[in-house]
């Protein structure tokens, strides 16, 4: 237990535990790198690879950043979602003005905010914005998610009804999600009658994974500018993005580690994309095109990976390990 048991301390351990097990029967060259900085957008790290692209230059890439099914049943991760922010003003008025003498006629900045951002889904809680692509899982869905497990593990409370259409699995993993990460408004403590007159808020679009954020992030900052409430001013300023990733189902070193996988833990293992991102894999695959990308990880639905109670499975990682151990053995051959 504790930040970092699995995400990545696990990935780490991975990796040791699979060339300690082999020793001198490992028969593939190996080069390992620790990077420190995924959870700040890594600066330095691609930078870092491609003044050393020769060093770095490899037939297989392994990330053991990602996670399993359950501690019982291994997974191989099959797409990743990609992210782009962009900052929304809403404006209504030039100044705050009086709410008992101008409301009604003129929403507060708000308002005229929420709406817009409401406009964004149709009636079934789907991201209806016209360039935003959705996708279904890649390689196939072999499983949905279960969602009592779904609503246990993310502590929605009773009665809240999940939004948008199609699989659980598609919502979480492919599908594109917009969330408000900031918005500033006045607080309840100490407010007063006055019609806010502009509000800014910040929105995180995860993206699918083959879509370019680039061209969702405009696809939305369009929909944005064309959907002001009531005439209201709304400008958009584009933020950073970072490209999804789907893997290769047909590499020969996917099947290699699939095998590993139901060898290791004697069970199927079972496809399962990540809602989340990590935008340095598709840039490893741009920097080495003929690399089979697969990644990999340690982390399960229990293991809270970010929470102070984060944890990790020693079976689960013990399998793990012998797992990477038998890849390394097969791709050797």
């Known amino acids: 237990y504790g930040r970092g048991s699995a995400d990545d301390g ?16 490992l028969n593939v060259n190996i080069k390992v790198f620790i990077e420190g ?30 996670g399993n099914w359950s501690a ?6 099959t797409s990743l979602r990609g992210n782009t922010c962009v900052d929304v003003t809403v404006q209504g008025l030039e100044h705050p003005v009086h709410s ?7 929403l507060d900045s708000n308002t005229l905010a929420a709406m817009l951002i409401a406009s964004m889904y149709d009636e079934n809680g789907d991201l209806a914005v016209p360039g935003v692509a959705a996708e279904e899982p ?4 072999q499983r949905d998610l279960d969602e009592t497990t779904v609503r246990k593990d993310s502590g929605v409370v009773a009665g809240y009804e999940f ?40 929105l995180s679009l995860r993206t699918a994974p083959t879509q370019r954020p680039e061209e969702a992030q405009e696809a939305l900052a369009a929909f944005l500018e064309s959907h002001a409430p009531f005439g209201a001013k709304v ?6 993005n970072g490209m999804g990733w789907a893997m290769d189902p047909t590499a020969v070193a996917t099947k290699d580690a699939l095998e590993a996988m139901t060898e290791a833990f004697g069970v199927e293992p079972i496809n399962k994309g990540e809602g ?48 990477e151990a038998l890849l390394l053995d097969k791709l050797g051959k």
């Open 10 to 25: 696990g990935g780490i351990a991975i990796h040791s535990g699979a060339l300690k097990a082999l020793g001198d029967d």
């Open 37 to 66: 900085e995924e959870e700040m957008g890594s600066p330095s790290f691609i930078p870092f690879i491609e003044a050393h692209r020769d060093e770095f230059a490899a037939d297989v890439i392994i990330v053991a950043d990602s």
């Open 72 to 77: 019982d049943i291994p997974s191989l991760t």
């Open 100 to 106: 008992g003498q101008y409301g009604g006629p003129i």
């Open 138 to 141: 890649i390689g196939g869905l």
């Open 163 to 202: 939004a948008g259409t199609g699989s659980l699995a598609s919502r979480l993993w492919t599908k594109p999600s917009v969330t408000v990460i900031g918005f500033d408004a006045h607080p309840v403590e100490g407010s007063f009658n006055v019609i806010a007159p502009e509000t800014r808020f910040r």
């Open 235 to 240: 400008t958009v300023e584009r933020g950073e």
């Open 276 to 323: 989340g991102s990590i935008p340095f894999i598709p840039e490893l695959q741009r920097i080495f095109p003929n690399a089979q990308v697969l990644v990999t990880g340690p982390e399960d639905p229990k293991a809270n990976a970010h929470s102070p109670n984060e944890s990790i499975s020693l079976p689960g990682l013990k399998n793990n390990v012998i797992t």
